[in-house]
Structure formats: C-alpha cells, structure tokens
T-cell receptor
Framework: AQTVTQSQPEMSVQEAETVTLSCTYD???????LFWYKQPPSRQMILVIR??????QNATENRFSVNFQKAAKSFSLKISDSQLGDAAMYFC?????????FGTGTSLTVIP | GAVVSQHPSRVICKSGTSVKIECRSL??????MFWYRQFPKQSLMLMAT?????????EQGVEKDKFLINHASLTLSTLTVTSAHPEDSSFYIC??????????????FGPGTRLTVL
C-alpha cells in the first residue's frame, strides 16, 4: 500500500524566515513522482514543486526547494524568505501509475 | 498552465434531491479526470477515476450508485450525488491530467464545489 505521512499538522514561521515542512512516504514502486501542493483559503489546489524519483538532484522553484532522500523515503519542502502569501495548507503527494496519494496536510501560518 | 473549471462553486439542496457537479478542462483534452472529496481541515480523499468513454473506477468504500460519474467527452466529467443526505455535505474537487503534458507528471485541479445538504 502507498502512504504519505505529514507529521506536522501545523507550522508557523516569521515573515522572511525559512521553514521546512516534512513528508515521508511508503511505496514498493520504483517509478514515481512527488509533489507539494498549496491550498490557500480559496481552496484552489496549486502545484508548488515536483520531483521525479529517478532524479537525484533536488528540485527548486524560486523560494521553494525540496530535500529528496530516496532511501529514507523522505521529501521535505523548504520555503525561504517566507511571505504572507505563503500562508496556506500544504499537501505532500505521491503519484505512481495513474494514482495520486495525498498526505494529511500541514497548515502554515506566516507571522508578520 | 492548463485550466480546469467546476460548476457550480456552491450548491445548497434539500435532502433527497440529486445534485450534478460539472468538471471541465478548458484548454486541453483530458482523457482522465479524478474526483476527490475533502472534509474541513482534512486531506483530499480520492473517490473515483473517470476515463473518457468508459466506466469510472471507484475507490473502496465509495458507493458508485450514489456518486454517479460520467465522462462523456474529453473535456467534461460530471459527478451526480443522488438522493443527497446531510452527511454528503462536503467540498468536492475534480482534477484532470493533460496527456500531452511532458511526463504525465501533473494533475490540474478545479476550484472545487461546496455542497451543503439541508
């Protein structure tokens, strides 16, 4: 069975500081993709960053980067220079084949 | 990026009635669409996978006779909640995959539909 675990239900960060959201997953598949999605109060799911499992290099998108540890099945998200607009629910997700699996989410608060 | 729309964004209905929610891919053809349900402050729960021209594949525990899914065209999938009851009240989100998007990596989400059953 495929599972995605986000152990931090809530996190907070001071504006302009850095925060890391953790995610672990479990799978026996060798070919898969990992994602972080953001869900602001509008409830629209927005892709933040994605990582192909076969790539060793960690993905980066501007202020967002991941620390992908394949052996440990860990996929954390680092947000640098946090902004007020980063406040949202963040979901880690995993895709294998045609199936997506989501973690339970981490609610991020950005303190001005 | 690809755009997915949902209609309506909010619907309130009486218990026992049926409600149809539409999911459209606006600028691409989606052979596969997904329907999720999300309870307050919880994660997305996959209800079913909808493939154009064929029957939907439902996740375990989802009643296919209650949640009717039709994917009649490459740009439209519908979810009908039949004989709705208050416990069906939830936020329903659809997503679609663009088969021409490199690597089939991503799914594009609709803005969601909030269903309230009185």
């Amino acid at each position: 069975a495929q599972t995605v675990t986000q152990s931090q239900p809530e996190m907070s960060v001071q504006e302009a500081e850095t925060v890391t959201l953790s995610c672990t997953y479990d799978t026996s598949e060798s070919d898969y993709y990992l994602f972080w999605y953001k869900q602001p109060p509008s409830r629209q799911m927005i892709l933040v960053i994605r990582q192909e499992a076969y790539k060793q290099q960690n993905a980066t998108e501007n202020r967002f980067s991941v620390n992908f540890q394949k052996a440990a099945k860990s996929f954390s998200l680092k947000i640098s220079d946090s902004q007020l607009g980063d406040a949202a629910m963040y979901f880690c997700a995993f895709r294998t084949g045609n199936q997506f699996y989501f973690g339970t989410g981490t609610s991020l608060t950005v303190i001005p | 990026g690809a755009v997915v729309s949902q209609h309506p964004s909010r619907v309130i209905c009486k218990s026992g009635t049926s409600v149809k929610i539409e999911c459209r891919s606006l600028d691409f053809q989606a052979t596969t669409m997904f329907w999720y349900r999300q309870f307050p402050k919880q994660s997305l729960m996959l209800m079913a996978t909808s493939n154009e021209g064929s029957k939907a594949t439902y996740e375990q525990g989802v009643e296919k006779d209650k949640f009717l899914i039709n994917h009649a065209s490459l740009t439209l999938s519908t979810l009908t909640v039949t004989s709705a009851h208050p416990e069906d009240s939830s936020f329903y989100i659809c997503s679609a995959r663009d088969p021409w998007e490199a690597g089939w990596n991503e799914q594009f989400f609709g803005p969601g539909t909030r269903l309230t059953v009185l």
